[in-house]
């Protein structure tokens, strides 16, 4: 067991999992206030009980032999964690840029000149070569190159003992070469003459002049490359902690890649820094013009660092429109080989720096995973806060995914939740959240009005709000009979000049009035309805945050049939001040998603009646064909993807079958999926065009030709044929 005392740390802890929608008894919720700071605003987040926590506490000496334990597993250590990664990737031969396990951060390139680069390094840059030489052999080529210089210099004093006798004077007359040996040492260390001694001699002068400071040069070399040797800060690195297993997946809704860094020694790390970057190789790429590009390298931006390092930290990057890992699955990142690299670098008390690095294979990186819980509060007599280190390194499935054995399995529950959730508020997050669904609601004068709601957890972090609405249809021919893949329009919420922005001090619903100039005009005719059956409506949040300095983003795709609910009005959420003790409003998050249907038949508009029943018998209609199956008494509900409906209707048969249906269906609603996944790299595709696009020829005007005249019969590049005139194709 491990034990640090440091201070309380004061920020309150995270949400797990908020209530699901539809669902109001929140009897096994154990609900939390939390006032942020400055803002006038008392949140309640639902939280639910952690049982888990305090569960790995006990006494001493069970944890201490748990670590004992541990540390008998073959190549573990607290730093490096098992060697089972390592195994497997000898096992399944995986190529891997960096190693992990017991060699964990060591550079795994191999180049092919290896012998040449050797000497050039040595050669080049001799000093740093010496350095990361291995420590023994250092030694050993030290102790040689003294041991070599002795006998030289004593075979050259040898030489003069018995050539000139009278250079060198030895009281006992010994002229042997074991006597030239010891003088040889004598002279080059400075140790002091004793019986042997040169005379007035010129060869015996050279010679020490040349031993001495040859010596002194050895010894500065010898004691430069020992010392640098000794003082370097690697094997700090060796007390930086990075988990030997990475996890993807959700904290308080956001999809998150993670990992877990520790400090081991009490000294503080000074300006520490965590890199991550992807790298993704595959099939490779050719460019446009025919350069082989075999690997792809992006860096993963990580969050908030704590500089001080007292405690474990679990490092996130979040995977977002702005992540190299958006749109990837498991299947995905294993097809393209994906490796993802973690540095972290910082500084000794004494300034030199030092660095350690992890490397994760996808089959090291568990979805649907979290660490376990190794910090512990003190007990009721203890001041220190303590840290199971034996457990650094462990993950566990989170809650409703111990089922899912499969990576595959638990990648799809992921990307794919069961519960929607709000952002946690804290300071430097992306803290936007955009309802999951958008309603029809009757608005002022009997028009319908299309309505979001958006947010921000943390209010105020986030300036100069703005909202953009798009929709999306999936057609093949635009009004003019020009084929045309899709058609997109904006809809107005009260932005033409870009100079009105919001404030989320509090939720707010966005609304885009359904009048005669609105691009969706449509849904008020019941036979133009359907058109929009398939459509994507886009929706984007910007704002400014001033923490940081940095725009973030916000974006949610719904599908028209299934994420549109006519006739409902979103829940309040908000409780006016008269009502709290502290005469601050409150923000009811778990009800963020929710909408109600309008009861009151007097409250319904007609114009959106229609929509439910025209959309509902459309799914209920081709229900069995879409599954496949010839039983209509199905109990899940279809909605068509986009762009499936156009050749749906192309079919008269189903238009009769949809119309004589459409009065006696009712509307079906269900709860709105997260938001769509789009493909934004071609990596995330297989079926991506840039794989197999080719260089297409375009034909090419010599300047001369542009003033040709009008009946040149020549144009271009592309030659005729004489005789027939027809012209011969450029060759690619």
């Keep these: 067991m491990m034990t640090y005392s440091v201070a309380p740390h004061l920020n309150p802890t995270p949400a797990d999992v908020l209530p699901k929608p539809q669902n109001h008894d929140n009897t096994s919720l154990q609900g939390k206030s939390v006032e942020l ?83 050039h390094a040595w050669k080049r840059d001799f000093f740093h070569a010496a350095i990361h030489t291995p420590l023994y052999l250092v030694l050993a080529v030290i102790a040689v190159i003294y041991t070599t210089t002795f006998f030289f210099f004593g ?28 003088f040889s040492v004598v002279t080059e260390q400075t140790i002091g003459y004793g019986n042997t001694y040169p005379n007035e001699c010129w060869a ?23 010392f ?42 000074i300006q520490p820094q965590v890199k991550a970057y992807l790298y993704t190789w595959g099939e490779g790429r050719n460019t446009a013009e025919g350069e082989y590009i075999p690997v792809r390298i ?41 490796e993802i690299v973690v540095t972290f670098e910082g500084t000794t008390e004494f300034g030199n720096p030092f660095m350690a690095r992890q490397s994760y294979l ?72 955009i309802s999951d669904s958008l309603v ?50 904006q809809l107005e919420v009260g932005y033409e000049t870009g100079a009105d922005r919001l404030l989320l001090w509090l939720p707010m619903v966005v609304t885009h009035v359904i009048d005669d100039t609105s691009p969706l005009a449509n849904w008020r005719d019941l036979d133009t309805v359907l058109n929009d059956s398939d459509a994507t409506i886009v929706v984007v949040v910007e704002g400014y945050m001033y923490s940081t300095g940095t725009n973030r983003m916000r974006m949610r795709m719904f599908h028209t049939q299934s994420d549109v609910h006519p006739n409902h009005i979103f829940c309040p959420v908000v409780t006016a001040p008269s009502s709290s003790a502290d005469y601050k409003p409150r923000v009811d998050w778990s009800k963020f998603h929710e909408v109600t249907a309008l009861e009151q038949e007097e409250l319904q508009s007609p114009h ?66 997260e938001a769509g996944h789009i493909h934004l790299t071609p990596d995330t595709d297989p079926e991506n065009t840039f794989r197999t696009r080719q260089r297409n020829s375009r034909p090419r005007v010599r300047f001369e030709e542009l003033f040709a005249p009008e009946d040149s019969s020549h144009h271009g590049d592309q030659p005729q044929n004489g005789s027939t005139g027809q012209q011969i194709p450029e060759q690619v």
């Design 608 to 673: 959106l009646q229609h929509v439910s029943r025209a959309w509902g018998a459309l799914s209920n209609s081709y229900r069995p064909a879409l599954l496949g199956a010839e039983d209509d008494s199905l109990d899940a509900t279809v909605t068509y993807k986009p762009g499936q409906l156009s050749s749906i209707m192309a079919n008269p048969e189903m238009v009769k079958q949809l119309s004589r249906q459409t009065n006696e269906m009712s509307f079906r609603g269900s709860r709105a999926p």
């Design 155 to 182: 075979l050259l004093w040898w030489s003069i003992l018995r050539c000139h006798g009278d250079c060198v004077s030895n009281n006992n007359g010994d002229t042997g070469f074991v006597t030239a040996l010891i």
């Design 440 to 489: 029809l609601s009757p608005g002022p004068g009997g028009k319908p009005q299309l309505q979001v709601r958006i947010g921000d957890t943390y209010p105020n972090q986030h300036v100069e709000i703005s909202v953009r609405i798009y929709i999306y249809r999936w057609i093949t021919t635009d009004v003019s009979g020009i084929p045309q893949d899709y058609s997109v329009e």
């Design 362 to 433: 996808m089959d090291e990186i568990m979805w649907g995973h979290q660490f376990t819980q190794i910090i512990h509060p003190p007990e009721t007599d203890d001041t220190k806060y303590r840290i199971d280190f034996s457990r650094f390194h462990d993950t566990l499935p989170q809650e409703g995914l111990d089922e899912l054995k499969s990576q595959e399995d638990r990648c799809m529950r992921v990307l794919r939740p069961d519960v929607t959730t709000v952002p946690y508020p804290l300071l430097g997050e992306n803290t936007l959240v």
């Design 204 to 226: 015996a002068a050279w010679l020490i002049m040349v031993q001495s400071v040859l010596g002194m040069i050895m010894d500065a070399i010898t004691i430069g490359i020992v």
């Design 37 to 119: 700071a400055g803002s006038g605003v008392t949140s309640v987040f639902p939280t639910r009980l952690d049982h888990n926590v305090g569960s790995n506490r006990g006494p001493n000496w069970l944890a201490g032999f748990l670590y004992w334990l541990r540390r008998k597993e073959r190549g573990w250590s607290p730093d490096r964690g098992s060697a089972q990664h390592q195994r497997e990737r000898a096992l399944r031969q995986s190529p891997a840029l960096v190693a992990t396990g017991r060699h964990a951060g060591q550079s795994r390139v191999e180049y092919v000149q290896k012998h040449y680069l050797f000497l």
């Design 298 to 338: 992006e860096s993963l931006e990580i969050g908030y660092i704590d500089g001080q390092l007292l405690l474990p930290l679990i490092e996130e990057h979040t995977i977002d429109e702005r992540s190299p890992l958006c749109g990837h699955t498991y299947m995905s990142l294993k097809s393209v080989n994906a």
């Design 228 to 269: 640098a040797r000794i003082s370097h800060p690697k094997q700090r690195g060796r007390t930086i902690a990075i988990s030997d297993s990475a996890v993807i997946s959700r904290r308080d809704g956001i999809l998150k890649f993670m990992f877990r860094i520790a400090d081991i020694r009490r000294t503080q790390v």
